[in-house]
Each structure stands twice: as C-alpha cells, then as structure tokens.
C-alpha cells in the first residue's frame, strides 16, 4: 500500500485481502500468480497498479494478494473495486481454466508437495526465510488473510491505537474464522489458520511472541524491547543482515513506526469483497469506541496484560461464536454486564451498541453483519454445508459454491 504524508486516527485505512488461484474443475492450487501479473505488466514483476486497487505477489505462486493502492475511508467504493477487480482476474485466469478462491485455508492441498514459491524479485529474502523456517507447510503456503491497516500520527496517538486493538484481537476469530478444513477433513478448529500462524516461527519465538503484543505504548520501548530482541534472536539465522526485525515480527498487530501504521493480521479472510468490508468496518467502529474511551479509560485498557488475552484467542480460534467467555473483566471493557457470554453474544451486543450509537457507517453493512453474527462464521457456515459427508466431491461442490459467492460478491448461505 502506498502511504502519504502521515495521517491521524481514522482518517484512511488500508486494507489487503489474499486469495488462492485453482483449477476451475478440479479447486487444485495453480500456480500461476506470476504469469497473472505478467499478462499486465508484460513482464514478470510484482505489483500491478489498477487504480484504487494494487495487486501483488505474495510468498507462494498460488496466493494473490488485491490490497488498495493507498489509505481509504470510503469503503463502499473500495468494495466496488475490489469485486470489479476480482471479475477482471477471473476472466484472465479463465485462459488457464483458472479462478480466484476464498477462504482462508485450502480444503486439501498437500502444502509439502504442492507449494512453489515466488522465484523473481525479492525472492532473496524469500529464501532465507525458506533455510530458516522451511516455508512449505500449511502455515506458510496456506493461510489467506485480510489486513487492515489503522493509521497513527504520534506515539500519543499509538499508545491510544495499541491499547484498543489488544483488547478485540482475541474475539476476532468469532467474527471472522474461515479456515475449518485441512487435509481433506474438518480439524476441529474453527480457525485452523491461527493455529499454523502461531507455530510456523516457533524456532524463533520472539518473533511471533503469544500473537497478542506486549503491553507497550511508546516507540522507544517498542524499538528497546520487541524489536531489539527479534533483532538479537534472527542474527545467528542471518549473519547477512537481510532480514529486517520490522518485516519479520508477526504478532496479531504489528506498528509500522516508519509510516505510521498499525497492521491487525489475524483476521481469515472472507467469502466476498462486500463481507470483508463488513467485518473491518465493525471491528474498526469497536476499535475507535475504545480509542474515545467511550467504554473503559485509557489507563485501565494499558493494563491488561497478554496472557490473558491471548487464552482467549485460543478459545476462540477453536470455537469461533461458540467459545464462552468467563473473564467478566474482559467483558466489562465493552459494557457488557453479564459474567459469562459466548464470543457471538459478545459480538452482537457490539453491533448493537455501535447501531444505537448513531454510526452510519455500519448502516450499509447490516445485512452482510447480520449473516455473520445470527447464522455463524464462514467457518460455522462451511461446516454446515459440508454436513458429515466428507468426501472429496462433496468438499469440492462446497467449495466451488464459495468461488461463486467471490465472484458474484454475495454472502455464503448454502
């Protein structure tokens, strides 16, 4: 995404979404993300600029990555673009009986067998990433997301940003999980993505710490601590000095102090442009609730600490809607004045609460919101379409039924 002169809370956001490329009969991997951008830009290279919506390559060949092309507030424009632009890559890839696919894991794909990396530019540090970590499982070839970009202009406003997105990273899975099959199987995980993004680093734990960040609010402790330990920790796996500690830290938010910037990356990414927006819009409303202390202070949100938060990611990556949240203080922080909810009873009181607010922005994205919180996660909803046959073919009609959905930029109800 290219970043203007730095911008305040809220003034733009950018927002990326990753989708597979596969066979139009068969939904096997292909391949071909570099000859895709090559029939635009005549050569192989890695971004292809179309007006509000950029697309670029990402780690491995099969994955497409649209993302605006700059920071964006109008998201009813931008959903436009980002579904205009999936019909114009579909019709290319047709040529090679092709289709973009949605969801944030591949049903089937055999990771160790199947995935080809990026092999043009930048692909230096593709390859040491590869010696160190052996990029071919599910947790580095397969696990589509959408990012979203929150801008900030001063530590004064970091510390505001930090503070809130560490309290909704935990039930963004409730929200957004998309990724309940692996292997040819459901894995009993509702976000199996969050599991394989967890460990694909575990050599180097500093790097992706517990998922939730650290409590820290300042740049100067951010560079004295996260950073400066990834730094020490990565030397001995490169004695070049190419991997920059800013690329490779991968916890659940990463601060991009250079442009201001604040990148949530554990949300799986849906079945449609018009979903996506949805969910973003709903969780950027949360965000900047809290950033105007408008449920909790500033004060009591820095003091929580990562541990348990991150226990509640974990209960809802493997639960979605259905984990039941018991920490009634973590409840408290969005007024909610029960001892006990489930994720989805906590969501729909955050999209009433954001409604009787008076947000308009929410307004245009009820009926995709209300999909999502009355009848269950893409997650929930697969699985359900998918019923106890767990067949190849039945695993494909499925399927297949999402890419129609991406194409069509309409909710998933099967």
Known sequence: ???????HLFQGYGIELEYMLVDRDTLQIRPITDELLKHQLGTYGSDFENGMVTWSN????????LKSTKPEHNFSALENEFAENVVRINAILS??????????????????TETK????????????????????????????????????????EFARLHAAVRLVLPILPALCASSPM????????????????????????????????????????????????????IAPFDPAHELNPIWVNSRGAIPRFDRGSVEIRIMDIQECPAADMAVVTLVIEVIKALTANKFIDLETQ???????????????????????IVNADYLNVFNYEEKSASAGQLWQHLLDWV?????????QWRPQLDVIVKQGTLSQRILKSIGADHSGERIITTYKKLCACLAQNRMFLD
């Open 95 to 112: 040529g090679w009986n092709t289709m973009l696919m949605p969801t944030a894991a591949h049903p089937f794909m055999n990771p160790l």
């Open 302 to 324: 820095m003091k929580w600490r990562t541990e348990p938060l991150a226990r509640l990611l974990d209960q809802t990556a493997e639960k979605a809607q259905e984990a039941i």
């Open 1 to 7: 995404m290219n970043l203007p002169s730095r911008i």
């Open 182 to 233: 692996l292997d040819g199987k459901p894995t009993g995980l509702m976000d199996t993505r969050l599991k394989y993004y967890k460990a694909n680093q575990a050599r180097i734990p500093s790097i992706t710490g517990r998922v939730i960040p650290e409590a820290v609010f300042s740049k100067r402790n951010y560079l004295n601590t996260i950073y400066e330990k990834i730094k020490n920790d």
């Open 117 to 156: 990396l990026w092999p043009h530019e930048s692909n230096e540090v593709y390859a040491i990433y590869n010696s160190v970590f052996d990029c071919k499982g599910h947790g580095w070839s397969n696990l589509q997301s959408t990012h979203l970009n929150l801008p900030f202009y001063d530590d004064e």
């Open 58 to 65: 990402e780690l491995v060949l099969h994955v497409i990555e």
């Open 355 to 363: 409604v009787r607010d008076g947000n308009s922005a929410i307004q």
